[in-house]
């Protein structure tokens, strides 16, 4: 039997020489805490000449969670990626940042305390799911509960009141949060479980019955080769997403959750099948339910408009919009930007610390801070799709990909709206933007992905007397 050895750096070294990297996370961990402190700083030396009283105190606090976070991780996915945490916790704290920045302009209205007990709260979750999951693979039981919930959660808002021209929060009292934020969670697992079942049948290129037929020779002597579909039973949930997600658009008027959703299942399809012919069709169904909504629709029509035209208010003698607002301040940031809590971007107005806080970082950290922001979540995604690629199991393979698309779509779909690249969608940018749903969420995909990082680098456990356990069996079969 091979033991597992201790090594200098507080990694452990399993029998196929693979590291746990937990000494490389604490070190990073400690580089995002100084990153974020150092922000934290540089806006009160900006606003008012010295250093903020609570800059110890926010420092402590955020370390500690990261502490907290790393020790848990060390203790119970021992073999996780260690790069996924620290990304989160920077990610986190620049979002702290920002909207502490932005605060000192709105005095009566501060965000930034009620983010940091929104972040607690994550980081609280994301410790309970990696010490309470041990195996991924037990979600799989629960995926028709998982996509059931989803449709509850996505559903609900209906029932409440219009914000800003959609529903897709759910207020009680003071309360309030965005149960499409969790839904995404639960859709990951349930397309996961799903295609990992029924993936053969996808990727087939028609019904048993026509094989027959369709070997046949054509009128060139050759093989018919007619496109078939897959049996209705197999293909019913996915023309149901696609009614779902067009349904989400016209009656709750939020076209990012509705391309957050119809993307991520239509690359995990991919990603399950091989077949490019399935993102043709979910382009064009994408295409086509957004063109119709687009042209019905006043809230997303009017959206359109904009990107079409950010500059029509300025022309009509009203002033710039958001929009409008937002490229300004992506120009007035340049190369190097005009430093933390030097910029103007408050005046995009309500939304400049949830769908415009991007505008912020281009702003006041110029192209070359905006792009690293970019290449951390790059990073994070890229490792979750590697994490994907090291698992042998269908289900956690296709996870991993679900959960790492959500915020590679987030990113685009917001950087692309802020930009004037797309029309804009009213996402909140992971981990920066403002709001407590969005940041829970955020935190209970990285423990998923650190749960899954864990079970793919995790060595194999070695044979026992009366041969090897079942899934190192299944390991060495997807190695054959």
Known sequence: MTAIAPTGHGDAIGPGGVRGGRGVELCLLVGAVLIAVYGYVAVGLARDGAVPPDAARYGAGLG?????AHLTVRLCARYADPLLLPIAVLLNGLGLVLIYRLDLETPADRAAPTQLVWSTLGVALFIAVVAALRDHRALQRYAYVCGAAALLLLAVPILFPEVNGAR????VGPLSFQPGEFAKVLLAVFFAAYLAANRDALAARGHRGHRDLDALPGADGGPRGRMRLPPGRVLGPVVTIWLVSVGVLVLERDLGTSLLFFGMFVIVLYAATGRASWVAVGLLLASAGAFAVGSVEPHVHGRVEDWLHPFASIEAGRGPGQLAQSLFAFAAGGMLGTGLGRGDSVLIGFAAKSDFILAT???ELGLVGLTALFLLYALFVARGYRTALALRDPFGRLLATGLA??????????????MGLIPLTGMAMPFLAQGGSSVVTNWIIVALLVRVSDSARAPDPPPTLTGAPAHAVGRAEARR
């Open 64 to 68: 500690l969670l990261a502490l907290l």
């Open 405 to 418: 698309t959500v915020p590679a779509l987030q990113v685009f779909v917001i950087a692309g709206g802020v």
């Open 168 to 171: 897709i929060w759910i207020r």
């Open 361 to 363: 970082a281009g702003e």
